[in-house]
């Protein structure tokens, strides 16, 4: 489903990739969370971070899978097992855990009013 995203506004310098590897994804609250952008099968291990798994047709992005990483992750995501994603877009700046849960609540909700929107006008 579609939530609100957007790509984060650098000029960075010409023939630079680097505007792609940051994504911002905007919760029910309307507050923007950054976000740092992996190819789907080279996502580091960042245990406890948020992550939006993206599939990607040109511009743009379909969320497929959200959630948080086990604390305990090793880079072996059973949270990601058997979503086909081609991009894993990671959220690290939440201070604690409160925080990191906060932010995840935001985005769920605006990917469950998105979801329900398209729902209701198919």
């Given at each position: 489903?579609?939530?609100?995203?957007?790509?984060?506004?650098?000029?960075?310098p010409?023939?630079?990739?680097?505007?792609?590897r940051?994504?911002?994804?905007?919760?029910?609250?309307?507050k923007k969370?950054?976000?740092?952008?992996?190819?789907?099968?080279?996502?580091?291990?960042?245990?406890?971070?948020?992550?939006?798994?993206?599939?990607r047709?040109?511009?743009?992005?379909?969320?497929?899978?959200?959630?948080?990483?086990?604390?305990?992750?090793?880079?072996?995501?059973?949270?990601?097992?058997?979503?086909?994603?081609?991009?894993?877009h990671?959220h690290?700046l939440?201070?604690?855990?409160?925080?990191?849960?906060?932010?995840?609540?935001?985005?769920?909700?605006?990917?469950?009013?998105?979801?329900?929107?398209?729902?209701?006008?198919?």
């Amino acid at each position: 489903m579609l939530i609100h995203g957007s790509p984060i506004a650098i000029n960075f310098p010409h023939g630079s990739q680097d505007n792609e590897r940051f994504w911002y994804w905007r919760g029910r609250s309307g507050k923007k969370y950054i976000h740092s952008v992996y190819a789907g099968d080279a996502c580091p291990p960042l245990p406890g971070a948020i992550f939006v798994a993206v599939r990607r047709i040109g511009h743009l992005r379909t969320v497929v899978a959200m959630g948080r990483f086990s604390p305990f992750w090793d880079g072996a995501s059973s949270e990601l097992a058997g979503v086909d994603a081609d991009e894993i877009h990671v959220h690290l700046l939440a201070r604690d855990n409160a925080a990191a849960n906060a932010v995840l609540s935001d985005l769920q909700a605006a990917f469950v009013e998105t979801r329900e929107a398209v729902s209701l006008a198919a």
